[in-house]
């Protein structure tokens, strides 16, 4: 945390493989990113510390941009580095101030106004983030929705406490939203990586951003992969690319651990990610990966080898609790990735020993260190084998969404996803950022109806087409 900007928290005191950086390479990791901020945060709310985590979530509403989004990095006094959009950087602030807020850690501050601006950003920026939580692609990512989901979950329980009852239920209709269409977006049921399992998450179903009519059968798309050696692949079909971000649908409360599709996915992860260290299990981040030391042990200069992340054990680590099995393996193969002096690391050496390198396999590479994000995750795995329970999971979306609730068909028409079809029967939601008369028909203008929208107080606007089961004409509209 910086002693002039209070409740600023970098990423890491150092500039990964820094002996071959110049002057020029001013950003490294003492940077603020606001998704490792709210990770280091929440770290510090599961130690029992309320004061830090409160000072962090006063500066990020400080830091938030007027649209109610956040840049994906910034120097201590505001300033943006990194302007990339980041979707969970925008949804996990809302979780910080809602956990916060559930441990009485607020005080006299009010992070309503902070919150409904992120909730309104998310909605008229999403499903699909220009980038995910590694900062390289763009589509439907499964970490990224499942904390857009919770984080609209936890919006919506801010407004219904302030009695606002219509935004506090379109937030929740919007997360329901996502919730539905989740395993369209992101689980293939072309697999080939593991022969007998065809159906499973992937990392992200590509998808610009930018494109109001995206295909989105997570079966389609190329992946374009940064970081890759000269001479070698750069793209794949993108439901061949897995990571294990979905097990963030289960620390939130929106998947059950135990799901098959859960334990399919991870059945891949494994065959395809999985490193047994000397200290225990580590996972690199997605096959294909260039992003960390060369195989010759060489540093990182634009391409490398995807090595081992300790913060992934710690993930592994939180779903293996809950689903009721043996923790104490993860904790302990975190602690065995650290230094003599308790740092740990971003990446762990995950190829055989290379002693002129001075690699060792399961020690760190000459990746950032510390990476506080892992630090955190370690210490939430601590509190939450102490407890039993996933310090993580947020209660209002776990019992929202792990009872199996059915949702009725609908589909959100907006300028940055024009649907083109909807189930019969459903609900055709169109939104807009600003209020307008809708001019519309279900039977080729036999009849139009003329409806103004309705405000959500999220700075959007909406109305509703209910169609027929029995519709057979197109729905069509004008504003």
């Given amino acids: 945390e910086d002693k002039t900007y209070d409740g600023a928290l970098i990423a890491s005191l150092s500039i990964p493989w820094g002996e ?145 009852q219509v935004p506090a239920r379109y937030l929740e209709e919007y997360a329901d939203f996502l919730e539905s269409h989740l395993e369209r977006w992101t689980v293939t049921t072309e697999g080939s990586l593991v022969p007998d399992i065809r159906r499973h998450f992937i990392r992200i179903h590509p998808a610009d951003a930018n494109n109001p009519q995206p295909d989105e059968d997570a079966n389609h798309g190329v992946l374009e992969i940064r970081n890759r050696p000269p001479g070698t692949p750069t793209s794949f079909p993108g439901r061949n690319i897995v990571d294990a971000g979905f097990l963030e649908l289960v620390r939130y409360g929106i998947r059950k651990p135990g799901d098959p599709l859960i334990e399919d996915s991870l059945r891949v992860v494994d065959a395809v990610l999985q490193v047994n260290t000397p200290f225990g299990p580590c996972w690199r981040r997605y096959n294909h990966d260039g992003y960390g030391q060369r195989k010759d042990g060489e540093p990182f200069q634009g391409w490398g080898y995807g090595h081992a992340w300790p913060v992934l054990t710690g993930e592994r680590g939180h779903y293996e609790l809950a689903a009721a099995r043996d923790v104490r393996p993860f904790v302990r193969a975190i602690e065995g990735f650290a230094t003599s002096t308790q740092l740990l690391p971003e990446q762990v050496w995950a190829l055989p020993d290379l002693p002129k390198a001075h690699m060792s396999f399961g020690r760190p590479t000459g990746g950032a260190m510390p990476l506080v994000w892992a630090h955190a995750e370690y210490i939430q795995l601590v509190r939450s084998a102490a407890d039993g329970q996933v310090f993580g999971l947020i209660s209002e979306v776990a019992d929202r969404y792990r009872n199996g609730r059915v949702t009725p068909p609908r589909e959100i028409w907006k300028f940055n996803r024009q649907v083109r079809s909807l189930p019969a029967g459903g609900t055709l939601r169109i939104q807009t950022a600003s209020a307008f008369r809708l001019h519309w028909t279900c039977d080729e203008w036999k009849q139009a109806h003329d409806t103004d929208s309705t405000s959500i107080g999220t700075g959007h606007e909406y109305v509703d087409i209910r169609v027929p089961a029995r519709q057979k004409a197109p729905v069509r509209f004008t504003f």
């Avoid at 990095?73 to 101030?97: C, K, Q, S, T, Y």
Wanted: with cysteine; aromatic share 10%.
């Fill in 20 to 164: 071959v950086m110049g002057d020029g390479d001013v950003g490294g990791y003492h940077l603020v990113w606001t998704r490792d901020m709210c990770h280091s945060a929440t770290g510090l709310l599961a130690a029992g510390d309320t004061e830090v985590p409160l000072r962090a979530l006063i500066y990020l509403a400080c830091a938030q941009k007027e649209d109610g989004g956040f840049y994906q990095n910034f120097w201590i006094n505001g300033e943006p580095h990194g302007r990339g959009i980041h979707l969970d950087e925008v949804a996990l602030p809302i979780l910080l101030a809602w956990r916060l807020h559930r441990e009485n850690g607020l005080q006299d501050f009010d992070p309503y106004p902070m919150v409904l601006k992120a909730a309104g950003y998310l909605i008229h920026h999403g499903p699909v983030t220009p980038e995910e939580r590694w900062e390289e692609s763009s589509g439907y990512s499964p970490s990224t929705l499942a904390a857009h989901i919770a984080a609209l979950i936890c919006a919506a329980a801010f407004a219904r406490e302030r009695g606002q």
